[in-house]
């Protein structure tokens, strides 16, 4: 396996442990988030239900890539899509930590998403 196969299933794992944090209480996702930050989510019904689906959506985002890694010519299109996705990913959260004044650990959604969205668009050149 070539090393940029694994970091893309290494990329896929880290989306699909993601589903774990839906089933679990909300006191113990706030205390897994103040490990990173000082961000504490309130206890409201829609924050609950609006950071489930993000977390739901990057599970079946972990799901494609597994799909698109293991058989790059027949989910070709996956690829680009997916290198596409994390690039845009970058410049939203780089537009918000910009616009915003968040604080500097949100620089590494801006420069993870460039690294793995370059990682993918190489790796559909690759096996093209």
């Known amino acids: 396996m070539s090393v ?3 970091i893309l299933y290494l990329v896929a794992a880290f ?3 993601s589903a774990i944090f839906v089933f679990l209480p909300w006191e113990y996702f706030n205390a897994f988030i103040g490990l990173f ?8 019904a ?6 489930r689906a993000i977390l739901l959506t990057f ?18 299109a996956v690829l680009t899509v997916l290198g596409l996705y994390f690039l845009s990913w970058a410049v939203v959260s780089g ?3 910009w616009t ?26 690759q096996n093209q």
């Open 59 to 76: 599970f079946w985002v972990g799901v494609l890539i597994v799909l698109a890694v293991r058989e790059p010519a027949k989910y070709g």
């Open 46 to 51: 829609v924050v609950r239900y609006m950071v």
């Open 95 to 97: 537009v918000l930590v």
């Open 15 to 17: 989306c699909l442990v």
């Open 4 to 6: 940029l196969k694994f």
């Open 37 to 44: 930050s000082d961000t504490i989510f309130p206890d409201d």
């Open 100 to 125: 915003y004044s968040l604080p500097s650990t949100f620089y590494g959604d801006l420069v993870s998403g460039i690294i793995i969205g370059i990682l993918f668009l190489v790796y559909r050149a």
